[in-house]
Nanobody, 114 residues
């Protein structure tokens, strides 16, 4: 049974940084496409960053140059380094794995506020 557990969210001031992690169990993520999504109050869930099995990456335009997605194969973990955070980055961040079926974590809250 695949499970994804996010961690690392919190309250940070504008310009600050956070590092999100998504620990996977029940499957090996090394060669799989994995993604980070976010959902702000009253808005649709949106794709923030994605890494293919081959290591190619995609970023939402508004986070390019500030966020970095990475994978730690030894820990079977997907990470999202978020720098220069803005209030518009406030959302619940979700880890996603699609292997025919969509698997989601429960999410971790990121709040950017002074």
């Amino acid at each position: 049974q695949v499970q994804l557990v996010e961690s690392g969210g919190g309250l940070v001031q504008p310009g600050g940084s956070l590092r999100l992690s998504c620990k996977a169990s029940g499957t090996i993520i090394r060669s799989l496409r994995m993604s980070w999504y976010r959902q702000a109050p009253g808005k649709q869930r949106e794709l923030v960053a994605q890494m293919t099995g081959g290591g190619s990456t995609y970023y939402l335009d508004s986070v390019k140059g500030r966020f970095t997605i990475s994978r730690d194969n030894a820990k079977n973990t997907l990470n999202l380094q978020m720098n220069s955070l803005k209030p518009d980055d406030t959302a619940v961040y979700y880890c996603n794995l699609n292997i025919g079926l969509d698997y989601w974590g429960l999410g971790t809250q990121v709040t950017v506020s002074s």
